[in-house]
């Protein structure tokens, strides 16, 4: 399970579904969370209970709306109990899976803007920052000449 590539194409999907809203993104994190401390393993027991504290949902109308949704337009497998005391079981739905053949890695690299730099090839704000200061430092002190490209 690859933790970012999961969340990042979890993020490019949240851009095209115009469905989601704030209630389902929490929740569908929320489950992610609980996911992750059962180190990924499917399906895992949620309590209702504590899924809408962490997700900070107040109604359990919504929560269940929300839920059923989520496993509606195929975000999570919801497989919900009768029995108050045995909880509802969640399998979350690997996006980190390439599901298309034809995709590029491309789009899980982190590309910078460079097309708003000025004369010294600095972005316009840091120049700004800069001409504050006078000694090359941004206004917590730390400077803006790091090479990025090297390791840390």
């Not at 969370?33 to 504590?50: A, H, L, T």
């Not at 107040?58 to 509606?72: D, F, H, P």
């Not at 000025?118 to 090359?136: A, S, V």
């Amino acid at each position: 399970m690859n933790y970012i590539r999961h969340l990042n194409r979890f993020f490019q999907k949240l851009e095209q579904d115009q469905r989601m809203k704030a209630y389902h993104i929490s929740l569908y994190l929320s489950c992610f969370q609980i996911w992750n401390m059962n180190r990924f393993k499917n399906p895992f027991s949620v309590n209702r209970f504590e899924m809408m504290k962490l997700s900070r949902i107040g109604s359990v109308n919504t929560y269940a709306r929300c839920i059923k949704e989520l496993n509606q337009w195929g975000y999570i497998e919801y497989f919900p109990s009768a029995n108050l005391h045995s909880g509802s079981h969640i399998s979350c739905i690997r996006f980190d899976i390439a599901t298309d053949t034809g995709s590029d890695t491309a789009s899980d690299t982190l590309l910078i803007n460079i097309t708003n730099k000025n004369k010294e090839g600095y972005p316009d704000n840091l120049k700004k920052e800069r001409g504050k200061n006078g000694n090359g430092k941004n206004r917590l002190n730390a400077s803006l000449d790091k090479d990025y490209s090297e390791p840390l």
